[in-house]
């Protein structure tokens, strides 16, 4: 099968699409996309073709993108699908179409989540593919609010797979040797505050709880920020340092690019999960604290319906609820009274998040195979 991916090359999501549900059937492989540095090595020791999008700023440049790439879809390609859903993407699928046998659109999370109203373009290009994909049944629901239930018959609820859970399955480390590594002393408790630098995580209020502990439980924490990905300005890093180094705790910044195994090792070594972020369709790296046995704090602001009732996780209504969680729990996870319950979340969580399962589902759907 011949198959263009529209999405961002640098994504490791596209990158494991490919990579697990394309080029183990040996399928020949193209990636429109304005991004390629992160996994460029792989794609060319992979035979994959990256194709560099091209585009414009503004509304002109966005009306003109079908134009402008129409050559990048004459590949004679059994699919082309497009990632992360936005007016651009939607102004190429005609173009798709037209030289494309079958094409499909998947929707992540925020490029549905935040919209406020179906829009006319997008309710008269999902006419025209073959299949939609949203991850879950909160991101149907949203979609089932803006553009009814006429494209049902494409619809279609498939996740991604964790790269990162099959590589925290096969570890072999300890997690005293992987925080030697690090250069965390073992009777800190590790807590990890978001998974990336965009705003939307609200680091800053978790900080400032933080802040507020007493301090003879401040000098017993290790902070992790994670900082390498999202749309977060300098600026912003800026004050996440400098009100991490005012809440008395020990810290790590991650600010460069992290591998697997690297996210494998910080994500099982942390004994505190705290996700505030201001919506989500399902967060992989929150299912990754899961599977690691950590205790996750998340809002009572976003719902993952797929987890609910199945694994055990502490729900907040506030910061405020959040600091009381916080201050009661403080602990590494191994010695918490809640710990029984968190250790029962890996085998689900696996269930769930391993590429096992969606596999299949991909393949199925890319070959109209349903």
Same mark, same amino acid.
């Given at each position: 099968?011949?198959?263009?991916?529209?999405?961002?090359?640098?994504?490791?999501?596209?990158?494991?699409?490919?990579?697990?549900?394309?080029?183990?059937? %040996?399928?020949?492989?193209?990636?429109?996309?304005?991004?390629?540095?992160?996994?460029?090595?792989?794609?060319?020791?992979?035979?994959?073709?990256?194709?560099?999008?091209?585009?414009?700023?503004?509304?002109?440049?966005?009306?003109?993108?079908?134009?402008?790439? *129409?050559?990048?879809?004459?590949?004679?390609?059994?699919?082309?699908?497009?990632?992360?859903?936005? %007016?651009?993407?939607?102004?190429?699928?005609?173009?798709?179409?037209?030289?494309?046998?079958?094409?499909?659109?998947?929707?992540?999370?925020?490029?549905?989540?935040?919209?406020?109203?179906?829009?006319?373009?997008?309710?008269?290009?999902?006419?025209?593919?073959?299949?939609?994909?949203?991850? %879950?049944?909160?991101?149907?629901?949203?979609?089932?609010?803006?553009?009814?239930?006429?494209?049902?018959?494409?619809?279609?609820?498939?996740?991604?797979?964790?790269?990162?859970?099959?590589?925290?399955?096969?570890?072999?480390?300890?997690?005293?040797?992987?925080?030697?590594?690090?250069?965390?002393?073992?009777?800190?408790?590790?807590?990890?505050?978001?998974?990336?630098?965009?705003?939307?995580?609200?680091?800053?209020?978790?900080?400032?709880?933080?802040?507020?502990?007493?301090?003879?439980?401040?000098?017993?924490?290790?902070?992790?920020?994670?900082?390498?990905?999202?749309?977060?300005?300098?600026?912003?890093?800026?004050?996440?340092?400098?009100?991490?180094?005012?809440?008395?705790?020990?810290?790590?910044?991650?600010?460069?690019?992290?591998?697997?195994?690297?996210?494998?090792?910080?994500?099982?070594?942390?004994?505190?999960?705290?996700?505030?972020?201001?919506?989500?369709?399902?967060?992989?790296?929150?299912?990754?604290? *899961?599977?690691?046995?950590?205790?996750?704090?998340?809002?009572?602001?976003?719902?993952?319906?797929?987890?609910? %009732?199945?694994?055990?996780?502490?729900?907040?209504?506030?910061?405020?609820?959040?600091?009381?969680? *916080?201050?009661?729990?403080?602990?590494?996870?191994?010695?918490?009274?809640?710990?029984?319950?968190?250790?029962?979340?890996?085998?689900?969580?696996?269930?769930?998040?391993?590429?096992?399962?969606?596999?299949?589902?991909?393949?199925?759907?890319?070959?109209?195979?349903?």
């Amino acid at each position: 099968m011949k198959c263009l991916v529209v999405g961002n090359a640098d994504s490791i999501y596209i990158k494991s699409l490919i990579e697990k549900t394309m080029l183990a059937y %040996n399928d020949r492989v193209s990636v429109l996309s304005k991004n390629n540095k992160i996994y460029s090595d792989y794609y060319d020791q992979n035979g994959v073709s990256v194709i560099k999008e091209k585009y414009s700023d503004g509304k002109l440049g966005t009306l003109l993108c079908g134009i402008k790439n *129409l050559k990048a879809f004459k590949g004679k390609y059994d699919t082309i699908s497009f990632h992360f859903i936005t %007016n651009r993407s939607l102004i190429m699928i005609p173009a798709a179409k037209l030289l494309g046998k079958r094409v499909f659109v998947s929707y992540w999370g925020s490029d549905i989540l935040r919209e406020k109203k179906g829009s006319f373009l997008a309710k008269a290009v999902l006419k025209l593919v073959d299949g939609i994909t949203v991850i %879950n049944s909160e991101m149907l629901k949203k979609f089932h609010l803006l553009y009814g239930r006429k494209f049902d018959k494409k619809i279609h609820m498939i996740d991604f797979g964790s790269d990162t859970i099959d590589c925290m399955k096969k570890m072999t480390a300890s997690e005293d040797q992987i925080r030697n590594k690090y250069n965390i002393e073992n009777n800190k408790v590790i807590i990890s505050v978001g998974y990336n630098s965009s705003e939307e995580q609200q680091h800053l209020k978790v900080l400032e709880k933080i802040a507020l502990l007493p301090d003879d439980k401040k000098k017993n924490i290790h902070l992790i920020l994670r900082i390498t990905y999202g749309s977060g300005s300098e600026e912003y890093k800026n004050k996440i340092k400098e009100l991490t180094k005012k809440t008395g705790c020990t810290y790590s910044f991650f600010e460069s690019y992290l591998s697997e195994d690297e996210i494998s090792e910080i994500t099982k070594i942390t004994d505190i999960f705290i996700h505030a972020q201001t919506t989500d369709a399902q967060s992989a790296t929150m299912c990754e604290h *899961l599977y690691c046995k950590c205790l996750v704090l998340n809002p009572k602001w976003i719902r993952y319906k797929e987890l609910e %009732n199945k694994v055990f996780y502490l729900s907040f209504k506030d910061f405020d609820e959040m600091f009381e969680m *916080l201050k009661y729990n403080i602990s590494k996870k191994e010695v918490n009274g809640l710990y029984d319950r968190m250790n029962s979340n890996s085998e689900v969580i696996f269930e769930i998040c391993s590429w096992e399962t969606y596999i299949p589902k991909w393949r199925k759907l890319y070959l109209l195979d349903y």
